[in-house]
């Protein structure tokens, strides 16, 4: 395996590899389009088959109860998000289900998921006859180790980088077939590094049912404003008209002279509470995190201390 510094530079310099938890719930009967497009942020009826989007689900209240991804297939739609959600999404949709043809089955156990990324991330893939889906959200199958793999691009550890999806089985032997051709097998906090730096949040560390989505800064890749109504879309149009938050997720690197924070630690200025961390990574001399600041202090190129520690807004 890599060693921990060259872990943390193969997803932004080389291609590194990761198995990573991920639910998946396959959508599917012929009013799946419509209906989740009742329940969530982007225009999912405008989806064909091979694309996706990237999309926040809303409560009534319009806070934030799910980020992830939906890809459309043939026959189904398939929500990705962050691990031990099937049970809540499930339930939360299948609550607002009367006469839909629509059919939801939680089936994160009999999958498994590689996040890979990096620059090099196109070559290895042309070694193995693959290729990067060129947009993002788009995906594609493809056979690795006589496999089947699904490789969704998702820009999550960089601006090249997809989810790989295959029988759970079949992960080891498909991740020693990256490594031949190329990749670095990295650990979770490289890939949780790589996230932050490149600006890809993860609910339940950085997103939460207390944030309103454009709170998270992702409205261009997951919020349409022109999709018409949906669950909580209210609230998010009302904000929008207002035209500003009060607080905004952003990145912050931090020079810890008094020990690193931890997620959800209040960050304070002058004595005042302006925000709280999400995840939070060493990364060598320093530490990189994401923190919730109120909007007057968000600005980029920002330096404050909180605590003792100093806080650059990136």
Not at 27 to 55: M, Q, Y
Not at 144 to 163: G, L, M
Request: charged fraction near 20%.
């Amino acid at each position: 395996m890599t060693e921990p510094q060259g872990q943390r530079s193969a997803f932004a310099n080389g291609c590194g590899i990761t198995p990573i938890r991920r639910t998946r719930i396959e959508v599917s009967g012929s009013d799946r389009a419509s209906f989740l497009h009742n329940f969530c942020t982007n225009d999912i009826k405008k989806l064909t088959p091979g694309e996706g989007c990237e999309a926040f689900f809303t409560n009534v209240q319009g806070k934030t109860i799910c980020h992830g991804f939906l890809f459309a297939q043939d026959d189904s739609i398939v929500i990705d998000t962050v691990a031990d959600q099937g049970e809540f999404l499930v339930t939360h949709l299948d609550r607002y289900l009367i006469t839909e043809d629509v059919k939801l089955a939680d089936r994160s156990s009999e999958f498994a998921t590689l996040a890979v990324g990096g620059p090099t991330l196109p070559a290895v893939l042309e070694r193995l006859g693959l290729s990067v889906p060129e947009k993002y959200c788009q995906h594609r199958a493809g056979i690795v180790a006589d496999a089947t793999v699904s490789i969704f691009r998702v820009n999550v550890t960089s601006d090249i980088s997809c989810f790989l999806t295959l029988a759970a089985q079949r992960v080891e032997a498909v991740v020693n077939v990256f490594l031949e051709f190329g990749a670095e097998h990295c650990d979770e906090t490289a890939f949780t590094l790589a996230r932050v730096r490149n600006g890809f949040p993860e609910f339940g560390a950085d997103v939460t049912n207390a944030n309103l989505p454009q709170e998270v800064d992702r409205d261009t890749l997951a919020i349409s404003f022109t999709k018409g109504c949906y669950l909580g879309q209210e609230t998010v149009a009302r904000l929008d008209a207002l035209g500003h938050v009060n607080r905004i997720l952003r990145r912050v690197s931090i020079d810890c002279s008094s020990g690193p924070p931890q997620p959800q630690d209040k960050i304070l200025f002058d004595g005042k509470e302006i925000g709280w961390f999400g995840s939070v990574v060493c990364s060598g001399e320093h530490h990189e995190a994401f923190a919730y600041l109120r909007t007057e202090h968000a600005a980029a190129g920002t330096e404050f201390e909180s605590d003792g520690n100093r806080i650059f807004v990136q």
